[in-house]
């Protein structure tokens, strides 16, 4: 996919916006009726609020009943997997995690809601409609199978405190991968000899648990030139020359600083949790972590929230801008909905700029909207504060690409199994060198990729 500029992405009449913006939401004469919802419980309980006021607008103008669950999204996959694999489904259900639509998209559990997007599509980011167009391999066809609700890329989390009292200056940060990330190594010894005897430089995730991992792993390979491991077509390049080196030197890069002992050693064994608690304890100086959450979780802290610094992806080493890779929840409509129509309806109802924008901006702008032209037009998104303006200019504004489950399924199971998070333990904890841990990950992927054809339109 083409990168995404601040001309493309920020396209379109402003009138056009303030229309969609102000217009009253819109709600067919649909039959009074109750529908099921299961959602994903928020990192900050003003995103669980948010999400119960725009499900009691839409019973308020809308007659019908979402009977909603508000569930953390662990047990919430689970939960879904067993609905679908039992046939007993809700009408509505926010996917988990990035692999749950595309994989069951496959399968052709999930309705088509091509329709459903259709109403705003003028309206979303190009990137977010790569995100939810997925292949069925039943209908043997791509469509939106899913609706892009809120984004987020990954930014860096650093504590400017610790960067200062290391004595270095926030101003003489490069702006080039390697030189950026070796900034923060000499911290380490500095802040250590002020009595920070348990400080890392780095709060890097590499572990074979969630997604985390997942997302340090890319964006370094990204950095190093690899970013057409999987491209748009569902195709794995892994025995292109440029994409190996660029697998190997992520690996040695992500081993050589847990090796150097700049990485707190129980990282082996991190969640997605571990890395926020770490850093908010300040046991790293810096992290690289999904979302503006790192940031939210300290709101009403004010002196520590505004000792972070938010900092999106910097130059690749020669000099050019790196994209950063954005992922995507939302609602999707399984297969045996008893209620499909207002399923429907409440999506359409939910996917309103106007009423999007709000729930979005209910959650404190944890995850970014869709719409690039509403998030130009409210300050909210980049103006009033400069966390959320750095993610915001990260997801939706700088160079970005989809993640890479929106090209294949394959891409589900082989990160399911974490295959180059156990190449870093190959390497790590098994003495293999990086180019032999990148050729055993790249052909577990090519085998996994096998099982996965996608017929090209």
Not at 188 to 197: D, E, N, P
Not at 210 to 232: E, H, Q, R, S, W
Request: contains cysteine; glycine residues 6%; negative net charge.
């Amino acid at each position: 996919m083409s990168k995404l500029t601040r001309r493309s992405v920020l396209r379109g009449s402003v009138s056009l916006v303030a229309a969609g913006v102000l217009a009253r939401p819109y709600i067919a004469n649909a039959a009074t009726t109750t529908a099921t919802a299961w959602f994903a419980q928020g990192f900050i309980p003003d995103e669980d609020t948010a999400l119960r006021k725009l499900v009691a607008d839409y019973q308020k103008q809308s007659g019908n009943t979402i009977d909603l669950s508000i569930v953390p999204f662990a047990p919430l996959r689970q939960k879904e997997v067993s609905a679908l694999t039992s046939g007993v489904v809700p009408d509505v259900m926010e996917d988990a995690d990035f692999e749950f639509a595309p994989l069951n998209a496959w399968a052709g559990k999930l309705e088509d809601l091509s329709d459903v997007i259709e109403a705003n599509k003028a309206d979303y980011a190009p990137l977010a409609l790569t995100l939810r167009n997925y292949y069925d391999n039943v209908a043997k066809k791509r469509a939106y199978y899913a609706m892009p609700m809120k984004l987020a890329a990954v930014p860096f989390h650093i504590w400017k405190s610790l960067v200062e009292k290391g004595g270095a200056k926030l101003s003489d940060m490069p702006d080039k991968w390697d030189e950026f990330l070796d900034f923060f190594k000499p911290l380490q010894a500095k802040l250590r000899a002020q009595g920070m005897r348990h400080t890392y430089s780095y709060g890097w995730e590499v572990s074979t648990i969630g997604v985390d991992p997942l997302n340090t792993f890319n964006a370094f390979m990204i950095a190093y030139g690899g970013k057409d491991l999987i491209t748009a077509d569902g195709k794995l390049h892994g025995d292109d020359p440029k994409i190996k080196a660029a697998v190997v030197k992520a690996l040695n890069r992500l081993s050589s600083d847990f090796k150097g002992g700049y990485v707190p050693p129980g990282v082996v064994n991190w969640n997605d949790a571990d890395d926020n608690n770490a850093f908010h304890s300040k046991l790293c100086v810096m992290d690289f972590d999904g979302s503006i959450s790192t940031e939210l979780a300290l709101f009403k802290n004010k002196p520590e929230y505004d000792d972070i610094l938010t900092h999106g992806m910097p130059l690749d080493n020669d000099g050019h801008p790196l994209p950063a890779q954005v992922g995507v929840f939302g609602p999707v409509v399984p297969k045996g909905a008893k209620n499909l129509a207002v399923a429907k309806e409440f999506i359409k109802y939910s996917m309103q700029p106007k009423v999007l924008n709000e729930y979005l901006k209910g959650g404190l702008g944890r995850w970014a909207i869709p719409y690039p032209s509403v998030a130009k037009s409210d300050p909210f998104w980049l103006k009033d504060d400069p966390h959320r303006t750095a993610f915001i200019e990260e997801t939706l504004i700088g160079p970005t690409m989809p993640i890479y489950e929106a090209y294949s399924p394959a891409v589900a199971q082989m990160n399911a199994e974490h295959v180059f998070q156990v190449a870093w333990a190959d390497i790590t904890s098994n003495g293999m060198a990086p180019e032999a841990a990148a050729e055993k990950a790249l052909k577990r992927a090519e085998a996994i990729f096998a099982k996965y054809p996608i017929q090209q339109s």
